[in-house]
């Protein structure tokens, strides 16, 4: 059986189920290719930023926007690019950055919540229609006669095939939809702890420079060194005082 005939059989519903189902594939297909760019790399920008904000908070800033073509570059740069600003402003501009990009990540969702909707409808309604004319082309006199009985089953049969068909474009979508989300969901967790900990590193600044965090790698060159190191040796000719 080719397409053209699957398609003659199953109905007019099959013309708006074709319809949902490239809406779906373009859909699962956009969406697989914007997470293959980001999932292998997310992590990797997120540490060489924090280890660079661990010492200064101008290199974390300069590889968090050369990292900017990828979501976890955005949504650190969203805070690192602000001039010494409070810690709460810090942690609302991490905020609001991280509601931005994972809105972005769910693009999509919305298309294949509706195929998964409407496809197994319009397969029902296709069956539906196929069963009212296959059953009110039957002839009351004829019922019991071997042809006339096999007719009717060939007409319920090819009825059915537009409800095959939705169940299998809304399955699939479905399948795809629960994958896209798992990877928002492990993005979300990303960006919880990649924020958490830059914030933490931004408090602890902030307090160490007095609200000067662009200052720190200048105030780590410039710290007294530890009073431990600068304890000179006692003299071998003077015994060491007695406490």
């Not at 509706?114 to 069956?127: F, H």
């Not at 105030?219 to 600068?230: E, I, Q, T």
């Amino acid at each position: 059986m080719n397409i053209s005939e699957l398609f003659r059989q199953g109905g007019i519903a099959m013309w708006p189920l074709l319809f949902l189902s490239i809406l779906a594939l373009s859909t699962i297909i956009e969406r697989i290719w914007f997470w293959s760019k980001i999932l292998t790399r997310e992590r990797e920008v997120s540490g060489r930023v924090l280890e660079a904000a661990r010492r200064e908070w101008s290199a974390a800033t300069s590889l968090s926007q050369r990292a900017n073509q990828l979501p976890m570059g955005r949504f650190l740069f969203s805070a690192l690019k602000l001039k010494d600003p409070a810690p709460e402003v810090f942690r609302l501009a991490l905020e609001t950055s991280a509601s931005e990009e994972l809105a972005t990540m769910r693009r999509g969702e919305k298309v294949l919540e509706a195929v998964i909707a409407l496809s197994p409808l319009l397969g029902l309604l296709g069956t539906v229609v196929g069963l009212i004319n296959s059953l009110g082309s039957i002839d009351l006199n004829d019922l019991g006669v071997g042809d006339a009985t096999a007719g009717t089953a060939l007409g319920i049969g090819e009825a059915l095939i537009s409800t095959a068909t939705g169940l299998v474009i809304a399955i699939i979508s479905l399948a795809f939809y629960r994958l896209f989300q798992g990877f928002v969901f492990g993005q979300a967790k990303v960006f919880q702890l990649s924020g958490n900990e830059l914030e933490l590193l931004y408090r602890q600044a902030w307090a160490y420079t007095d609200g000067k965090p662009s200052l720190l790698s200048e105030n780590l060159a410039n710290s007294p060194p530890s009073p431990l190191v600068d304890v000179p040796p006692p003299s071998p000719d003077k015994p060491p005082a007695a406490f």
